[in-house]
C-alpha cells in the first residue's frame, strides 16, 4: 500500500463536505507523509510545513476524490507587504495531482494609515519662500539646510521615516517627491541631486 493509498483510506470513511475537527489529525498526519507524493505539490515553493504552519490549513474538506483546503502564504509579508495570499489546494487522490489558485487576501496587522503628502511638501515649499530667515521647524530639525541663497537641501528620510511596511514607506516617498517637485518648479526651483536628500536650485 502506498502512502496515497493510506490517506485514502481514511478519507472514504468519511463522509463528503467539511472534515470535522475530531478527524483532522489523522488525516494531516497521513497527508504529512505524502504530499511530496502529488504532482504539482511543489509549485509556489510550497512544502509541508508551510501547510501546517500557522495552526494548520483551514477549510479542510473532502469531495471524493478531491481533498481541499485553504491556507496562508506569507511570501510578500517576507518582502515587507502587510497581506498574505490565500490559496486553496486541491489534491485529487486519483490522479494523484496537486493544484492551487488565490482565493484572495488575509490582513496581518492593520494597514498604515494613509499620509497626506501634499501637506508635507507645502510645508517644505513656505518654508523655502521664506528663504534662510524662516523659523519653520524644518530648519530647526535639520531637515531643510541652505547650502547657497540659490541652492537648498531636503532630507525627505525625515520627512517620510522608515516607520512601516517597505513598499508603504516606498510608495509614500515617491509621492512625496514628485508632489514636492511639482510644487518646487511652479516656484522656479529645479530638482538637481537626489540621494538620501533632495536639492534644488532656483533658476
Known amino acids: 500500500m502506498t502512502l496515497i493509498e493510506d490517506l485514502l483510506g481514511v478519507l472514504e470513511n468519511l ?3 467539511p472534515i470535522a475537527s475530531g478527524k483532522k489529525d489523522a488525516v494531516l498526519d497521513r497527508l504529512s507523509h505524502c504530499w511530496q507524493d502529488f504532482s504539482g ?3 509556489t515553493q510550497m512544502q509541508w510545513w508551510k501547510v501546517v504552519r500557522d495552526g494548520g490549513p483551514q477549510e ?3 469531495n ?3 481533498l481541499s483546503l485553504t491556507i496562508d502564504r506569507h511570501g510578500a509579508a517576507a518582502m515587507g ?3 498574505a495570499e490565500r490559496q486553496r489546494w486541491q489534491l485529487d487522490l486519483v490522479t494523484r495531482t496537486a493544484g492551487h489558485d488565490t482565493i484572495g487576501y488575509r490582513e496581518l496587522s492593520p494597514r498604515s494609515p494613509n499620509l497626506d503628502v501634499t501637506v508635507i511638501s507645502r510645508k517644505v515649499c513656505e518654508a523655502v519662500k521664506e528663504g534662510k530667515t524662516s523659523r519653520s521647524d524644518l530648519i530647526e530639525r535639520g531637515i531643510l539646510t541652505w547650502k547657497e541663497d540659490d541652492q537648498v537641501v531636503i532630507k525627505q528620510g525625515k520627512l517620510i521615516p522608515n516607520d512601516g511596511p517597505q513598499q508603504t514607506v516606498a510608495g509614500r516617498r515617491k509621492r512625496f ?3 514636492l517637485c511639482s ?8 530638482l538637481v541631486k537626489m540621494s538620501q536628500s533632495m536639492t534644488f536650485k532656483k533658476r
Open 15 to 17: 463522509p463528503s463536505g
Open 41 to 43: 505539490s511543489d509549485e
Open 60 to 62: 479542510l474538506a473532502w
Open 64 to 66: 471524493a476524490p478531491i
Open 81 to 83: 507587504s502587510n497581506r
Open 177 to 179: 517627491r514628485a508632489d
Open 183 to 190: 510644487k518646487m518648479s511652479d516656484m522656479g526651483w529645479d
